[in-house]
C-alpha cells in the first residue's frame, strides 16, 4: 500500500489532475480505502518495462480526511525518498469502470483478465421489480421511456466474478460485429479461443452493475446513447434462407452501428454495446425450453434492457441480427487474436 499510492500520485499528475490531490495522496491526508486499491490495475508493459497503476479515479471518488495540523498543499512535490517513479509517458493510460468517457476506445485491460476483457465482480439478484413509469407504446408495453429506480432485492443474491469481452464478436472496436451465427457457431468461436459463451445471468450482471439498472446508461430510454429504435426492417426470409441470395438480403436490412460507436453506450463495468446493436447468444441457465437464450435485443424497436431474456429460439437458430460475446473464468490463458475470414465467417467454423 506505501508504494501504491505514491505511484497513483504520479498518475494523478500525468491526467492533470489537481496538483492538491496529488500531494495529499503523497501525505497521506487521503487514505484510499480498501475498495480502492482493490480497483487498481496493474500492467506490466514487457517492450518499456513500465508498471501502469491504474485506479485514481476510485480514489478520488471515496471521502478524504483533513487533519487539522496536515501540511499545506504550497510549494512544489517531490516523490518520496528512494523511489523512482515510473516514465508514464512510455504507456497508456487506462480508466476502468469510472464513468470517465474518452474520445477513443481506451485499450481496455483489467487485473486478472486478458486483453480485450472486462473483469465482473458483483452480487447478481434473481428477482427484482423494475417499474415502468411511462411508456414509449402504452399498447403493446414493449419500450419504456423511463424507469423508476429499481427495488432492493427480494431474495439471496448470487456473487459472480468472471471476465467479459468488452465489445461484441469480434470484441474489435471500429469493426461491425459478427451475425448470421447459430448458438452453436457461437459456444465454438468462443471455445476456440479459449473462452466461452457467457450464462444469461453473468450477462445480466455485466450489463445492470449493482445498481441493478433497467438500461446499461441509466433509467431513461435513450436511442442516442446506444443503436436502438431504429425502423423495422421487413426481412425476406426465404432470401436469408438461401445461401445464393443470404448476403445481399442481410446487407439490405444491416443497420448495425461499428464496436464502440456511442461512448455512451456502456455499462457500469465497462463493457460496450451490451443493448441494442445486435442480439448476443447466451446460456440458458434454466436450460429451458433450449440450451440458448438470446439477449439485448438490437437496433430494431425491441426492448432493448438488461433483464429481459429470449429464449424462443432454439441451438440452431440463426438470424441477419444476432451476434454473440464471449466470457471466460478468472485467470483462464490469454487467448491468441481470431483471424476472420468475413463480416459473417469467423475463423474455424464452416459456413451455415
Known amino acids: 500500500m506505501r508504494l501504491a499510492i505514491p505511484l497513483l500520485a504520479h498518475f494523478a499528475l500525468q491526467l492533470d489532475a489537481p496538483q492538491a490531490l496529488a500531494r495529499r495522496l503523497l501525505r497521506g ?8 486499491l482493490r480497483k487498481v490495475a496493474v500492467v ?17 471518488l471515496l471521502g478524504a480526511s483533513h487533519p487539522a495540523d496536515a501540511p499545506s498543499d504550497d510549494g512544489p512535490m517531490s516523490p518520496p525518498m528512494g523511489l523512482a517513479l515510473p516514465d ?6 487506462i480508466l476502468v469502470n469510472a464513468g470517465i468517457k474518452t474520445p477513443t476506445a481506451p485499450v481496455l485491460l483489467t487485473a486478472g483478465c486478458p486483453s480485450g476483457m472486462m473483469e465482473v465482480e458483483g452480487d447478481y439478484c434473481p428477482v427484482v421489480e423494475q417499474k415502468c413509469l411511462r411508456w414509449l407504446d402504452p399498447e403493446s408495453k414493449m419500450r419504456c421511456a423511463e424507469f423508476a429506480p429499481t427495488s432492493d432485492c427480494t431474495t439471496h443474491t448470487q456473487h459472480k466474478r468472471f471476465c467479459i469481452d468488452a465489445y461484441e464478436y469480434p470484441n474489435q472496436p471500429g469493426q461491425k460485429p459478427l451475425v448470421m451465427k447459430t448458438w452453436h457457431d457461437a459456444v465454438a468461436v468462443c471455445g476456440s479461443e479459449g473462452k ?8 445480466t450482471l455485466a450489463c445492470e452493475g449493482q445498481e441493478r439498472l433497467p438500461y446499461p446508461y441509466g433509467y431513461a430510454r435513450s436511442a442516442e446513447a446506444c443503436n436502438i429504435d431504429k425502423p423495422h426492417p421487413d426481412p425476406n426470409e426465404r432470401l436469408i434462407a438461401d445461401p445464393r441470395t443470404r448476403d445481399a438480403e442481410v446487407a439490405r436490412l444491416d443497420q448495425r452501428d461499428p464496436s464502440g460507436a456511442r461512448e455512451a453506450c456502456v455499462s457500469p463495468y465497462g463493457v460496450h ?5 445486435v442480439d448476443e447468444w447466451v446460456v440458458n441457465e434454466s436450460n429451458h425450453p433450449y440450451k440458448s437464450a438470446l439477449k439485448g435485443g438490437y437496433w430494431g ?3 432493448d434492457r438488461c433483464r429481459p431474456t429470449t429464449t424462443a429460439h432454439d441451438e440452431n437458430f440463426e438470424f441477419y441480427q444476432i451476434g454473440f460475446r464471449c466470457c471466460s473464468d478468472l485467470g483462464a490463458p490469454a487467448p491468441s487474436a481470431p483471424t476472420l475470414v468475413s463480416a459473417t465467417q469467423p475463423p474455424n467454423v464452416p459456413a451455415t
Open 44 to 60: 506490466w508493459n514487457r517492450s518499456a518495462s513500465v508498471v501502469v497503476m491504474v485506479g485514481l479515479a476510485a480514489v478520488a
Open 273 to 277: 454495446d451490451m443493448t441494442g446493436n
Open 196 to 203: 466461452r459463451l457467457c450464462g444469461d445471468s453473468e450477462w
Open 301 to 303: 424497436p425491441v426492448r
Open 29 to 36: 491526508v487521503i487514505k484510499p480505502a480498501p475498495l480502492a
Open 88 to 93: 508514464m509517458g512510455a504507456a497508456q493510460s
